[in-house]
């Protein structure tokens, strides 16, 4: 059971901007724990997108960026591209749980 | 680099056993925790277990406590998942993630379908 809960699908014509939303709650985001992004292309693993809510690893576009406040954190993509049809997960840490929760998914549609 | 391979995944009884393994190379596998997530056919991403990098500390979600068991040999760098009590539910693609010290997960395997029915 998911307790980040994000949209299930964001549409947008190449070249637009689109935002994921990632609502949690106070024993996780809104504890201070940091938020991470994962991109899951179509039949691959996970890969790590934004770490520590607004960071890109190395060779990540920076048409991607992550942002937190209060109990919730965004991923935003400019410049949509069609490669960036993916769904999207966000991570962190929950504390009533004791353990490590994903968000709920979110797939990205390139119109 | 990082390079993470699990086996051992197939078909499996309900209420029988399967031994997950993932041999990590391209880093300094003693260094580092590591997870296992799964992510159960067309649905999102799940944490199952965590393994300290000494192997004497673990966590587990709710949904496996008292039936998985992770652990790790560091002198092989090989982390496992002893799956017991198998259950339709825990049919799912099984990732070995590293953890990054800081609570991300920055590498995945390739993952190991385990399918579980009769």
Same mark, same amino acid.
Do not use: M
């Given at each position: 059971q998911s307790v980040l809960?994000?949209?299930p699908s964001v549409s947008g014509a190449p070249g637009q901007r689109v935002t994921i939303s990632c609502t949690g709650s106070s024993s996780n985001i809104g504890a201070g724990y940091d938020v991470h992004w994962y991109q899951q292309l179509p039949g691959t693993a996970p890969k790590l997108l934004i770490f520590g809510n607004s960071n890109r690893p190395s060779g990540v576009p920076d048409r991607f960026s992550g942002s937190k406040s209060g109990t919730s954190a965004s991923l935003a993509?400019? @410049?949509l591209q069609a490669d960036d049809e993916a769904d999207y997960y966000c991570q962190s840490y929950d504390s009533s749980?004791? @353990?490590y929760v994903f968000g709920t998914g979110t797939k990205v549609t390139v119109l | 680099?990082?390079?993470l391979v699990e086996s051992g995944g197939g078909l499996?009884?309900?209420g029988g056993s399967?031994?997950?393994s993932c041999a990590a190379s391209g880093f300094t596998f003693r260094r580092y925790w590591m997870h296992w997530v799964r992510q159960a056919p067309g649905k999102g991403l799940v944490w199952v277990s965590r393994i300290n990098s000494d192997g004497t500390s673990t966590n587990y979600a709710d949904s496996v406590k008292g039936r998985f068991t992770i652990s790790r040999d560091n002198a092989?760098?090989?982390l496992y998942l002893q799956m017991n009590s198998l259950r339709a539910e825990d049919t799912a693609v099984f990732y070995c993630v590293r953890d990054s010290t800081t609570g991300?997960?920055?590498s995945w395997g390739q993952g190991t379908l385990v399918t579980v029915s009769s």
């Open positions: 809960t994000q949209p993509i400019t @410049g749980l004791s @353990g | 680099e990082v390079q499996g009884q309900p399967l031994r997950l092989k760098n090989t991300y997960f920055d």
